[in-house]
């Protein structure tokens, strides 16, 4: 059979009842005759004792600056703390297991600590003990520099390593376990019948993680895109057969709706046009490098609260007026390069009208829209933009 990298989340490796559930995906794939290279989180979240932000309060509580080479150090911990119950309690089953820090895998990583990039992976030692037939448990989000420092990798580092450790074994597929049934139309919070999607391209999941979708992170399906590798993300409490994220896109008009909250948008008016050089500077300024535009063509971008200073000394560079408009929320909806994104748009303007949804502003491209509205009316657009597509 083939090699497959298994990804366990914090959810997943937190307790002893759902390592047991972990437990059970790796001893299946043993026993379809896999090779199995597992990647872990550290074990739950702030306040669970072997957590990340657990270990990184245990710096904090000193006061004063915290050197990021050290910060580091301590955050790879949980990780290999994780990496050693797992692979313990692989071998209480009677199945052999090697524990590994990134380091020991040969990650090798920028010296960008806190939110470093894998180089290049050395993966001879992996390789050794799979012939050894081990299953191969190696601690996620952690890396060395050529200097032998011990870096993290930011956000989503558990994902990016197990799918880097996937393309450079040449892994079959890499399975990344978390703690839903794969990747939904929008949040089941918000949505409780949202449908859960077969299948995703690269690029729908790409867009859909960088627009607040929080199932995997945009590096990691990235990284895929680059390898060519197919990703599977499911559940580790059930045996649903989850997302497959690959080359194919979905049978979906509307293959996502995202949401995030609690921005601060800047409006710029001008009586002239703005020049493609202001155009620039607009997108300098905001996060996500987005102009929208409202129904009277002036600018809108959103930022951070603390860069209204900055907002305000270039609305007098552009001559322009900026207004702040406080407690924003973006909602994307991504669709297929093939429909009529003017088509779509329509639909949607209309849905929203239909139920006294202003919507200050919008950016319509040609394989998603996002559209900005106040807080307190976010939930709500979503679910008529789900229902407007799904009913």
């Given at each position: ?17 759902s390592r047991k559930a972990v437990l059970g995906h790796i001893l299946k794939a043993k026993e379809q005759g896999h090779d199995v290279v597992v990647v872990v989180s550290a074990m739950g979240r702030r306040g669970d004792p072997y957590a990340t932000d657990t270990l990184i309060d245990l710096l904090r509580e000193q006061g ?236 809108l971008v959103l930022i951070n609260e603390e860069d209204k200073d900055a907002a305000g000394s270039l609305a007098n560079e552009l001559n322009a007026e900026v207004t702040f408009l406080e407690s924003m929320s973006k909602v994307t909806v991504v669709y297929k390069d093939t429909v009529c994104s003017k088509a779509v748009d ?46």
């Open positions: 059979m083939g090699l497959i990298v298994q990804k366990f989340g914090g959810t997943s490796v937190k307790s002893a009842e004063g600056k915290i050197n990021p080479k050290t910060q580091d150090l301590i955050m790879s911990c949980g990780e290999i703390i994780s990496a050693c119950v797992m692979a313990t309690y692989i071998e209480a089953q009677g199945v052999k297991a090697e524990a590994m820090t990134g380091f020991q895998a040969g990650i090798l990583t920028t010296e960008d600590f806190g939110n470093a990039d894998i180089i290049k992976v050395y993966p001879e030692q992996i390789m050794e003990k799979l012939k050894e037939g081990k299953v191969v448990v190696v601690a996620g989000f952690q890396g060395r520099t050529e200097k032998n420092d011990i870096t993290t990798l930011g956000r989503g580092g558990s994902d990016t390593t197990a799918v880097v450790l996937g393309g450079y074994l040449k892994a079959d597929l890499v399975e990344i376990y978390t703690d839903v049934p794969g990747i939904a139309v929008t949040d089941p919070r918000l949505v409780p019948e949202a449908q859960f999607i077969p299948r995703l391209s690269y690029e729908e999941t790409i867009t859909l993680a960088e627009n607040g979708a929080k199932v995997i992170h945009p590096r990691a399906v990235k990284a895929a895109r680059e390898f060519d590798l197919k990703l599977r993300i499911k559940s580790t409490f059930d045996e649903s057969e989850g997302t497959l994220v690959g080359p194919e896109r979905s049978d979906l008009i509307v293959s996502g709706i995202s949401l995030t909250r609690d921005f601060t948008a800047a409006r710029y008016e001008r009586e002239k046009t703005f020049s493609d050089d202001y155009v620039k500077k607009l997108q300098g300024l905001g996060i996500d490098k987005v102009i929208y535009e409202d129904d009277a063509g002036q600018k329509e639909k949607i303007a209309s849905s929203l009208s239909q139920q006294d949804i202003p919507v200050l502003a919008k950016k319509v491209q040609t394989n998603f829209s996002s559209y900005i509205v106040k807080n307190d009316l976010a939930e709500k657009c979503v679910k008529v933009i789900y229902k407007a597509y799904f009913n």
